[in-house]
Every structure is written in structure tokens, then in C-alpha cells.
């Protein structure tokens, strides 16, 4: 009624509702109950917690930073909330597979879909996929810890040749200097290539390869592949593979790795699940060097307490 008052009279409209104006102007004048009230602080609450979610946190997310911040409340109650604030998450995409090359030759499946792993760097997983640009195509490889979900590898190149799988291996290699781990993968013809076998061998990492064509073989990485499409490239459009680069860069070190509850996770995210659990953290600090002979060099700034 208040927003057709302009165009017609209260009383008509009262007698066409069946109300009476008294009635009417007596509901204006009243205030908020107790519960309405925490309602409208509750919504302005989720907002904030969506918007720096970049706007993709669902019910579950959100009412997780809410416990998180000591505010008692359901899950239905956040997804109401939400609904009437027209706040939502995003879904994720399909599955995509790749094919193995003709004449490869490809490592044993050690995983059997088994994604799971008592510790930190005792299985990491790893894919590639590609990210568009008004200037073509960037294609990303990462490598996953399945510990901690946290991506401890990854490179991006205008190239789908081995040199770019390798990057994000020597990236894992060099953060997390692991003593025993298996590296799961498809088949693609980078993992299968004889530089890349060397390289692990070379390391101490045992190879693992899920079958042909099957997704679901390497579904924790297609996982974040997911995450990373429905989060990310479905809501941007770069104009130059330098703007990809960076939003990539920072999807993954400023928001996914530090930040992105996660529900396998007890929502917590990779880098503080890892923190929370972790007794031999063997990730090399921020700014630190590692010599050619392996020794590491660390920032004065982290010495101190």
C-alpha cells in the first residue's frame, strides 16, 4: 500500500483488502519485533560475508564464517535469509576428460579413486586445463596436496608441452621438499612423457594414472578445476593473457589456498587446516631461497617471534 499511496488513497486501497486504515497506519507505526530485528542484522551480516566471498559462498559456506565469528544460528535460517536477500552461491560445471596419446605408456593406478591421505605430501594429485582470454588461450597445471586440498604447484603458459606439467612439479617439489608421496594423474600425454617420468624418478616421487577418458579417476583435481570455473572464469572475461595470469594468480594465493572454506575440511581452509594439524610443516617460508645444494635461506622477518 505504501508504494501505491501516490496513486491511490489509502482508504480506497484499505477497502479493497478488506483492512482498516487504522489498522493500517497502526501496523506502520509499529516497531520490529526481537526477531525481525536480528533478522535484519543477520542479512546485512551475510552480504558482507558473500560479497568477500566474491560472491560465491552458499548457506553452507556462509553460515560456517558465521560460527566461525560466534554467531549462533541454523543453516535453514542463513538459507531464508539469503533467499530474501536475493544472495546466492554458484554451482559448479560438468566433468571433462582427457585422452591418453597413442604409444604412451602409462603408470600403474595406485589410487583406485582413493582420495584420501593420512599426512601432508604422501599424495598429491595433479591436471591441466585451460583458461580463455580475448588473446587465446592460457592453460594452468596445478599440483594438489589431497591432505589439505591446498594447491602446492601450479603453472600457466600459452603451451600444452611438458615443460609447462614440470613447472608446477618443481614448484610442489621446491614448497614442500616431500619424502615420500605418489603423484596421481590422467594420462595425458604430458604425464606420460619420458622428461617427466626422469624428473620424478629423479625426485623420489612414485607415479600413479588413472584409466583413459575417465574423470572420475582424477576427481579431486577435475574438483578444483570446478571450483576455479564456476568461482572464476564463468564470471570474467580477460582482455589479455596478463589480466588471466593475475586473477589466476590471485584466485589461488590470495583467496582459494588462505581463504575457501572448504566442507571436506570441516570448512576450514587448505592453509589453515594445515596449520591446525600439521607437527612437521615443511613448507618453505614466504621470501625465503633455496641454493642450488638444497640449503634454504630464510627472511629475517620470519625468525622473529
Known amino acids: 500500500m505504501t508504494a501505491h499511496q501516490a496513486v491511490h488513497r489509502v482508504a480506497t486501497m484499505c477497502r479493497v483488502l478488506g ?21 535484519v542484522e543477520l542479512a546485512a551480516k551475510i552480504q558482507v560475508i558473500h560479497r568477500e566471498s566474491r560472491g560465491t559462498y552458499g548457506a553452507p559456506r556462509i553460515h560456517a564464517e558465521l560460527v566461525a565469528a560466534d554467531v549462533h544460528i541454523g543453516r535453514k535460517r542463513v538459507a ?8 546466492r552461491g554458484v554451482s559448479r560445471r560438468k566433468f571433462t576428460t582427457t585422452v591418453r596419446g597413442a604409444g604412451a605408456r602409462p603408470a600403474p593406478d595406485l589410487v583406485e579413486r582413493r582420495f584420501t591421505a593420512p599426512g601432508p605430501d604422501r599424495l598429491w594429485v595433479a591436471d591441466i ?26 603453472a600457466m603458459d600459452t603451451h600444452l608441452r611438458t615443460n609447462l606439467v614440470l613447472a608446477a612439479l618443481d614448484m610442489a617439489l621446491t614448497q614442500r ?17 619420458v622428461a617427466f617420468g626422469n624428473r620424478c624418478r629423479d625426485a623420489g616421487v612414485r607415479l600413479s594414472m588413472g584409466s583413459v577418458g575417465d574423470a572420475y579417476d582424477n ?26 595470469r593475475l586473477a589466476v594468480f590471485d584466485f589461488i594465493e590470495g583467496w582459494y589456498n588462505p581463504r575457501r572454506r572448504h566442507s571436506s575440511l570441516d570448512y576450514l581452509s587448505p592453509m589453515i587446516f594445515e596449520r591446525a594439524h600439521r607437527t612437521d610443516d615443511r613448507t618453505v617460508p614466504s621470501g625465503s631461497t633455496i641454493d642450488p645444494g638444497g640449503a634454504i635461506s630464510v627472511p629475517p622477518s620470519v625468525l622473529v617471534p
Open 219 to 244: 576427481a579431486m583435481c577435475e574438483s578444483f578445476f570446478a571450483t576455479l570455473e564456476c568461482e572464476l572464469l564463468d564470471r570474467e572475461r580477460f582482455r589479455t593473457q596478463g589480466d588471466a
Open 177 to 193: 621438499r616431500p619424502t615420500e608421496v605418489i603423484h596421481h594423474s590422467d594420462q595425458g600425454c604430458q604425464y606420460t612423457s
Open 129 to 154: 586445463t585451460y583458461v580463455p582470454t580475448w588473446a587465446g588461450f592460457l592453460f594452468l597445471a596445478v599440483v594438489l596436496d589431497a591432505w589439505s586440498r591446498r594447491i602446492i604447484g601450479w
Open 80 to 87: 531464508r535469509l539469503m533467499r530474501g536477500a536475493g544472495v
Open 19 to 39: 483492512v482498516s486504515p487504522s489498522g493500517y497506519y497502526a501496523w506502520r507505526h509499529r516497531p520490529l519485533s526481537a526477531r525481525k530485528r536480528a533478522d
